[in-house]
């Protein structure tokens, strides 16, 4: 049923002022079973893949606002033994909730926003030629809850691949990244290297900051620290110019195809295409072009392959 714009300004205006003042029953909760659900998040799909799939977690979050003024209605993550389903509310009372299936063995990368209260998860996932992505916002006090169970789903990509070449780089990498600025060293730890997983190589960029007008400095790069594990290429980064919180993303080396090298003239853009079906997908990361080259040698030594993109004529 089509809704004019208006309907949908007024209605997201009405369920902004049914949001609960902040307080616990604002943050996520780990419910028994599905029927723990709210009505808006129940439907028939969801009865039914409770009734084929065994279902480890629930995870509810209720309606919310995020960044002061956007209104987030109530969701749930199912955790399942292979996969991952997000059930999202209708903003509408006679709606069922959208629901997105994934299983963990066609994800092709997972991103997570973490600053200050303001979580963002990023999943996407192919099957054959079909790209099905899913986002939600959620406050971060839910993050304890939540980490394992992403973890375990990243586990679930698929059996442990055999290392792309020699383990000797290793103890140069643990000492790397002793080496590294404290929040990065703890962030790799607690964050970078899932369960089971050894760290082969790293690459850290520290932020550059340009004078505008020769008086004002603003970030153009932000610290950046990538990970080669056994099985996954890992990027923590801090939002540009931002010092508290994580952007994590993790990418699983099977997927990837290639890194693309384009330089330019204040940083070079890595290009990291992935592919799990016939849609290719890709992701960009920012780089001085020593750091780029570094990662290069690195990636390519562990058999990553690698291709430099000409810059772009000027004539």
């Known amino acids: 049923?089509?809704?004019?714009?208006?309907?949908?300004?007024?209605?997201?205006?009405e369920l902004k002022k049914e949001v609960t003042a902040r307080g616990f029953n604002t943050h996520a909760s780990l419910l028994r079973n599905i029927s723990e659900l709210p009505t808006k998040l129940?439907?028939?799909?969801?009865?039914?893949?409770?009734?084929?799939?065994?279902?480890?977690?629930?995870?509810?979050?209720?309606?919310?606002?995020?960044?002061?003024?956007?209104?987030v209605p109530g969701q749930a993550l199912l955790f399942t033994d292979t996969g991952v389903t997000h059930l999202l509310a209708s903003i509408w009372p006679?709606?069922?909730?959208?629901?997105?299936?994934?299983?963990?063995?066609?994800?092709?990368?997972?991103k997570v926003t973490l600053l200050l209260l303001y979580g963002f998860l990023e999943i996407v996932a192919q099957e054959q030629d079909t790209t099905?992505?899913?986002?939600?916002?959620?406050?971060?006090?839910?993050?304890?809850?939540?980490?394992?169970?992403?973890q375990q789903l990243l586990q679930a990509t698929g059996p442990k691949q055999a290392d792309m070449g020699e383990k000797a780089s290793r103890p140069h990498a643990r000492q790397a990244l002793r080496d590294l600025p404290s929040k990065f060293s703890n962030g790799a730890k607690i964050y970078g290297l899932l369960p089971g997983e050894e760290l082969e190589e790293l690459v850290f960029q520290p932020d550059v900051w340009k004078s505008r007008w020769y008086f004002?400095?603003?970030?153009?790069?932000?610290?950046?620290?990538l990970l080669l594990t056994s099985n996954y290429l890992v990027v923590i980064q801090e939002e540009l110019g931002v010092k508290q919180g994580w952007l994590l993303s993790y990418i699983p080396r099977k997927n990837i195809i290639e890194i693309q090298n384009r330089p330019g003239q204040l940083w070079n853009e890595l290009s990291v295409q992935?592919?799990?079906?016939?849609?290719?997908?890709?992701?960009?990361?920012r780089l001085q072009s020593e750091v780029a080259e570094a990662w290069r040698e690195r990636w390519s030594q562990h058999g990553g392959r690698w291709q430099e993109v000409p810059k772009p004529s000027t004539s």
């Open 1 to 13: 049923m089509a809704r004019s714009t208006d309907a949908e300004k007024h209605r997201l205006a």
């Open 42 to 71: 129940q439907s028939p799909a969801v009865a039914a893949l409770a009734a084929h799939e065994n279902i480890q977690a629930v995870i509810m979050f209720p309606p919310q606002i995020q960044r002061g003024w956007c209104y």
């Open 94 to 110: 006679d709606e069922e909730p959208q629901v997105t299936c994934i299983q963990g063995y066609d994800l092709v990368y997972m």
């Open 132 to 150: 099905t992505r899913f986002t939600m916002e959620f406050n971060t006090v839910a993050w304890d809850g939540l980490s394992p169970f992403l």
């Open 216 to 225: 004002f400095p603003r970030p153009i790069l932000a610290n950046t620290l």
């Open 274 to 285: 992935m592919t799990r079906g016939g849609q290719p997908l890709c992701c960009t990361l």
